[in-house]
């Protein structure tokens, strides 16, 4: 199998691995409070339209979509690990069977940033049933804006970190550096157009809601990043072995030239 492959492979167990984890927590944590909210939408729609006989049903109940719930994060995961693997190839081509654990961490964190921190500081998450389906769209569009923005600023700081780095800048400068440039990229996301829909849910529902998501997302990048590195540390280990018992393989089986006569 070649390198590319078998990166790819840490890739996508690392991805499953991290997918299945946060999906288990976010069904014993989370779950529970999407339960809350989909009841409230329920009877709240329930009594806006008590006068109309043809109010339809879920077409998925409660259990399917915690069964999918497992299976969409399991993919997710399986897709995350797979862009990981790829921008670790892309990035560090020349070399990419050394210094596995710490380049899967910055990487990690530079994909939750990009991925999910900086959109998440424009549009948070909000329960289901939150939002008027006529503006699926628009939010949709806003969204995907949002990490545009934050993955051309983390780009954008990872590239002039190396650069620093290479002209012989000092640590303070180059995370002063990165720490504009993410907080240029954070305000230009507050240039994008508000959440057009008003959040008719508690408060306390809604803000436990956001932080078990803010937990169950650092959950699926640092699982990712773990696994990712310590699966790149073992085939490291396992590469450095093999190496020493094919060059002595190699002299065993060099032949011996006889001694030059005098």
């Known amino acids: 199998m070649s390198p590319v492959m078998r990166l790819l492979g840490r890739g996508a167990v690392a991805g ?20 809350r909210a989909v009841r409230g939408e329920t009877a709240r729609e329930a009594a806006e339209h008590s006068d109309h006989a043809g109010h339809h049903a879920e077409v998925f109940s409660r259990a399917i979509q915690h069964a999918g719930l497992l299976v969409a994060t399991a993919v997710t995961g399986l897709a995350l690990g797979l862009l990981l693997a790829v921008a670790h190839l892309l990035l560090h081509r020349r070399d990419p069977g050394t210094e596995a654990w710490p380049r899967a961490t910055w990487l990690a964190a530079a994909g939750f940033t990009g991925l999910w921190l900086l959109p998440f500081v424009r549009y948070p998450s909000n ?44 640590a303070p400068a180059r ?88």
């Open 127 to 170: 329960p289901p049933g939150v939002g008027d389906p006529g503006t699926v769209g628009p939010r949709t569009q806003a969204w995907l804006g949002a990490i545009a923005i934050g993955l051309i600023g983390v780009a954008l700081a990872w590239a002039l970190h190396g650069r620093l780095a290479r002209l012989g800048h000092g």
């Open 16 to 35: 499953s691995a991290a997918g299945l984890l946060s999906g288990g927590f976010s069904w014993l944590l989370v779950e529970p409070l999407m339960d």
């Open 175 to 262: 995370q002063l550096c990165v720490a504009g440039v993410l907080g240029a990229a954070t305000a230009a996301l507050f240039t994008l157009p508000d959440n057009p829909d008003a959040l008719d849910v508690p408060a306390a529902l809604l803000w436990d809601f956001r932080l078990w998501s803010v937990a169950t997302a650092l959950l699926l990048w640092a699982t990712l990043g773990t696994a990712f590195g310590l699966l790149g540390e073992r085939a490291a280990r396992r590469s450095s072995r093999r190496a020493p018992r094919s060059g002595a393989a190699g002299a065993r089986t060099a032949p011996v030239e006889p001694p030059a006569r005098i």
